[in-house]
């Protein structure tokens, strides 16, 4: 019975050595992040605090750009990145053999159309000028908005990758600008209205609640389930202790009251 008893004591400790160990295997690690400017890194470098005090580094790389952040990803440049949405992720998966994945939802940014030239959407002339970003899926989503005001249709076979090609009915001869996200509130004053992506609305200065003509239906599960901001790495290594860690520092009440107090609905914690 001792001989068991202290087997027994002998694997208990071994045991309690391997959790300690597992608990402090991420301390003095780092983790580099792509971001947007704005929210993004805004919203990393609270999360930064948090990783500090268990012994984790984070260095946010700050882009301008949606392509660099996940080629950065994919090449190991970058641990993570934290940019995008779902149907971003999966179209630029699709059309650049990238082997990215999602770790984690963490915000929405709500779509807005802003004014321009023209002050609202009922004062709209024929042959008005609208900006969309043009990007795939982003573009989708700028004239599913446009489709919700009743600007123009859509084909019904039109999905998440629609492009001006896929408008159906254009009543008023809408001359739908693509142009890259990056440019759609520098050009704002050239054309009569833009739909803007959120980040970049914010970085403006414009919020999509208060400032937009409309906006998406943030309540809407469509655009839940496919427009939330998520964490990504490159596929394998999702379990990384030091990623996990940065998971819940994103999800932390402290990030949660820094994102509802700073951007005032322009975006949304999803957890």
């Excluded at 068991?4 to 301390?27: E, P």
């Excluded at 934290?82 to 994945?101: A, E, G, M």
């Excluded at 739909?195 to 655009?223: C, F, P, R, W």
């Amino acid at each position: 019975m001792k001989k068991i008893a202290k087997i027994a004591l002998i694997l208990t400790l071994v045991l309690t050595l391997f959790a300690g160990c597992g608990a402090n295997s991420v301390k003095g690690s780092t983790v580099v992040v792509g971001a947007s400017v704005t929210p993004h890194a805004e919203i990393l470098n609270v999360a930064k605090e948090i990783l500090a005090e268990k012994g984790i580094t984070l260095k946010v790389v700050e882009f301008s750009d949606y392509v660099q952040p996940n080629t950065n990803v994919e090449s190991g440049d970058l641990d993570a990145n934290y940019f995008q949405h779902v149907q971003y992720l999966n179209q630029f998966n699709k059309d650049n053999n990238t082997h990215i994945v999602s770790v984690a939802a963490i915000h929405y940014e709500p779509f807005g159309i802003f004014a321009g030239k023209t002050s609202s959407i009922a004062d709209l002339k024929d042959g008005a000028i609208i900006s969309v970003p043009n990007d795939g899926t982003n573009e989708a989503r700028a004239l599913m908005l446009l489709e919700a005001q009743g600007l123009i249709t859509l084909k019904e076979s039109a999905g998440f990758t629609a492009t001006i090609l896929d408008i159906a009915e254009n009543p008023k001869n809408l001359v739908i600008k693509e142009l890259e996200a990056a440019q759609l509130t520098l050009s704002l004053q050239d054309v009569d209205l833009a739909v803007i992506n959120g980040n970049y609305a914010i970085q403006a200065g414009l919020n999509a609640t208060t400032d937009a003509l409309a906006i998406e239906d943030k309540d809407s599960d469509v655009i839940k389930n496919n427009y939330t901001n998520i964490l990504c790495v490159k596929e394998g290594n999702e379990k990384n202790p030091a990623i996990l860690e940065l998971v819940n520092a994103l999800k932390s009440e402290k990030v949660k009251t820094f994102i509802e107090g700073k951007y005032n609905g322009a975006v949304v914690p999803m957890f």
